[in-house]
Every structure is written in structure tokens, then in C-alpha cells.
């Protein structure tokens, strides 16, 4: 597929080998930041992609900071979603469930700082540069802010021109550790704009927190605070970016180490037909 990049400071140097990029796993692909279809060094470009290879870390370094809007405030990267049965890129007009599984292997090189206040995000949105009116977007991601809360994020923009919807939600008043998993699902709705994101905290080795009292520690929410809706033909692009809230110059992200997964799934709008029934 042909790739438009927005000019940065990410190299090729850590792009894996094409038959690694393309492996997959019932649908399952790795979001790899070297090899993104679009990079937007927001923020002056200050993340560094350290290392990244199939079978490895991505180790990114990025200094501690307050902001929460991709592309003009925070690098992000982007992946032109695709439909994995006929490879056509997904549009807002379709009706898609995006599934993101982000294992975190070292949340901050504690020795030097500690990544309090920053978050690794997904998010589902129609542009590779989210600066405009008509831009928009729907995700969550993690969330450290003391080194013992379990705590996630969610964001929201109906207007990219505008600041973002950002809040937190405390899972848990212990057992935060450097190593954890979050399950992200986003799914957009026949008006073509948000249904539902639902993120969810496991342990590092995919099992229920061991504090936790049901199956899905986390939170799901379908009331946005203004509802928008994309152009039917506005692609979906699934960004990576690291906002951050309540940080100071001793919470650097450093050597922050995980493996982003993604999966798109299209949902057949209207079974009546489809079935013949």
C-alpha cells in the first residue's frame, strides 16, 4: 500500500522486516511506531523511539509533560485501518469494532524518573493531523500517577481546534506495578460518530488483577459531552500518542517499554438481510 508520511524526527532505522509487519494472529497486527503510515511530531518533535524489532520492545523516551492534544501538542502515529477481509481502508461509514491489547513491560526507568503523570493512548480518529473543527476522535489508554494507584484514561474530541475531553478513573488504591496489560475496545456507531470505548487492566501475564473483584476492571462509557459525527467517507486512522496531566520535570517517560496490538473488525449492520431471514 502507498504511505504518506508527515515529515519528523522517526526514522527507518527500527522498521522491521516486511514479513515480521505483516505477520498476524487472528487478525491480530503490531502497531509499530517506526513503520506507521503517518507520524505527526507534535510537541517539537521531543519523543525518541529508542529501539524496536518483532519479538522486542518498543522503548520510547519522551520528556514529562502537561499536554493532551495529538499532533499539535504530543507526537502521535498513525495506521490507516484496514478491512482485513478485503484489504479496503475502513471508513467512518462502516460500522467497525477497533480492539487495542498494549503490554507494558517497564512503565519508567525508576532509577532516573518515574513516568507519574503519562499515559500511553489509542485512539480512533478521521485525520492524520487532528488540528481542525472537523477532525475528531474517541480512546483511552494507561495512566501512572503515583506508582501505587491503578488508574486509566479516556479521551474525547468532538473538535480538534479545541481542547480535548481528559479524565481520569482510579481502578484500584493499590497495586500498581511497572508491568500490566490494557485492553481497549472502540467501537463507532450507525451516525457515524462515538458508541462506546471500554478499557480494561489486567496483570502482566493476561490474568484478572489479583485485587480485583469481577472480570473487567475498568470502565465503559457512551455519553460523550458533544456528540459528533464524520463524513461517511472519512477513513479511520488508529493513533498512538502519550498525553500527559498533573507532571513535572522529574516524571519523564524513560525507556518506557511495550508492545501495542490491534485488530479491526467490521460488523454486519443488518443481519435480517445478510441472512435472508
Request: charged letters at 20%; glycine letters at 8%.
Amino acid at each position: 500500500m502507498s504511505r504518506s508520511r508527515i515529515p519528523g524526527s522517526i526514522s527507518n532505522q527500527f522498521l522491521p522486516p516486511a514479513e515480521k509487519r505483516t505477520t498476524t494472529a487472528e487478525g491480530w497486527k503490531r502497531f509499530y511506531l517506526g513503520s506507521a503510515a503517518a507520524v505527526h511530531p507534535g510537541g517539537g518533535a521531543t519523543l525518541t523511539l529508542n529501539s524496536e524489532s518483532h519479538g522486542n520492545w518498543t522503548d520510547i523516551t519522551q520528556p514529562a509533560h502537561n499536554k493532551k492534544k495529538p499532533c499539535t501538542e504530543v507526537s502521535a502515529y498513525f495506521y490507516t485501518l484496514r478491512d482485513p477481509v478485503t484489504n479496503n481502508t475502513v471508513k467512518w461509514g462502516d460500522e467497525w469494532t477497533i480492539n487495542v491489547h498494549i503490554v507494558t513491560n517497564q512503565y519508567s526507568d525508576t532509577g532516573t524518573s518515574t513516568g507519574r503523570g503519562q499515559s500511553c493512548a489509542a485512539l480512533v480518529t478521521n485525520s492524520i493531523v487532528c488540528d481542525g473543527t472537523d477532525h475528531h476522535y474517541l480512546g483511552a489508554g494507561t495512566y501512572n500517577l503515583d506508582d501505587d494507584d491503578i488508574k486509566v484514561v479516556r479521551t474525547y474530541s468532538s473538535n480538534c481546534a479545541g481542547a480535548p475531553v481528559f479524565t481520569t478513573r482510579q481502578l484500584r488504591n493499590s497495586g500498581f506495578t511497572q508491568q500490566s496489560r490494557h485492553l481497549i475496545t472502540m467501537e463507532n456507531s450507525l451516525h457515524v460518530g462515538p458508541k462506546l470505548v471500554m478499557i480494561e487492566y489486567r496483570d502482566y501475564d493476561n490474568t484478572v488483577e489479583q485485587g480485583g473483584a469481577d472480570d473487567i476492571d475498568g470502565y465503559s462509557y457512551d455519553e460523550f459531552g458533544t456528540p459528533f459525527a464524520c463524513a461517511p467517507s472519512d477513513p479511520a486512522y488508529l493513533c498512538i500518542y502519550f498525553p500527559g496531566l498533573n507532571s513535572t520535570s522529574s516524571m519523564h517517560l524513560t525507556n518506557h517499554q511495550f508492545k501495542a496490538y490491534f485488530k479491526v473488525s467490521l460488523r454486519d449492520s443488518d443481519p435480517v438481510v445478510s441472512l435472508g431471514d
